[in-house]
Nanobody
Framework: QVQLAESGGGLVQAGASLRLSCAASGPFPSSYAMAWFRQAPEKEREFIAQLSASGSRTTYADSVKGRFTISRDNAENTLYLQMNSLEPEDTAAYYC??????????????????WGQGTQVTVSS
């Protein structure tokens, strides 16, 4: 059983940077594909980025490509999301997710079995 806990959210101004962390407990992380999603009020959960189980492949949503970077520290059992050049449109609750092996559809939330509780990111203009 994998348990995930996000941290690092906050209130920042447009143009600022934040780094989100997702601490994992359990049989982690080399066998699990990991991802970040976000959800704004009254909107569906949106795919942000995914890191393959091997750590060799990354995938990003077009909306964050070039600004966000997903990474993993296996020794610390922690997944990260470095967010630069933040925009008000990035305001949302951010969630990390995991699935054993590979995700059938990496951008579909239903492909992931484990979720954290979320951390709020608010970007003011």
């Amino acid at each position: 059983q994998v348990q995930l806990a996000e941290s690092g959210g906050g209130l920042v101004q447009a143009g600022a940077s934040l780094r989100l962390s997702c601490a994992a407990s359990g049989p982690f992380p080399s066998s699990y594909a990991m991802a970040w999603f976000r959800q704004a009020p009254e909107k569906e959960r949106e795919f942000i980025a995914q890191l393959s189980a091997s750590g060799s492949r990354t995938t990003y949503a077009d909306s964050v490509k070039g600004r966000f970077t997903i990474s993993r520290d296996n020794a610390e059992n922690t997944l990260y999301l470095q967010m630069n050049s933040l925009e008000p449109e990035d305001t949302a609750a951010y969630y990390c997710a995991a699935t054993f092996g590979f995700a059938r559809n990496k951008e579909d939330p239903q492909s992931y079995n484990y979720w954290g509780q979320g951390t709020q990111v608010t970007v003011s203009s």
